[in-house]
């Protein structure tokens, strides 16, 4: 059996971390610094959250 397990962000000063946003019911991925739905840039596109003055990092 096989466990999906949802992304993460992280952050890297303080540990604390969440769950990457949701679009389309999927997982939100990164790319040019920016969260971006699987679909398209018109559907889903947000800036990373910060956390302790910088942004977090994802982890899958």
């Known amino acids: 059996m096989v466990i999906n397990k949802i992304p993460e962000l992280i952050c890297d000063n303080c ?3 969440k769950e990457v ?3 389309c019911d999927k997982s939100m ?3 040019d610094g ?3 739905c699987c679909c398209s840039k018109e559907c ?3 800036p990373i959250p910060e ?3 910088m942004k ?3 982890i899958s």
Request: hydrophobic share 30%; glycine share 14%; net charge positive.
């Open 51 to 53: 956390c302790c003055g």
């Open 29 to 31: 991925m990164v790319k």
């Open 44 to 46: 889903g596109y947000q």
């Open 21 to 23: 946003p949701i679009c």
């Open 34 to 36: 920016y969260l971006l």
């Open 15 to 17: 540990g604390s971390k």
């Open 56 to 58: 977090m990092t994802y």
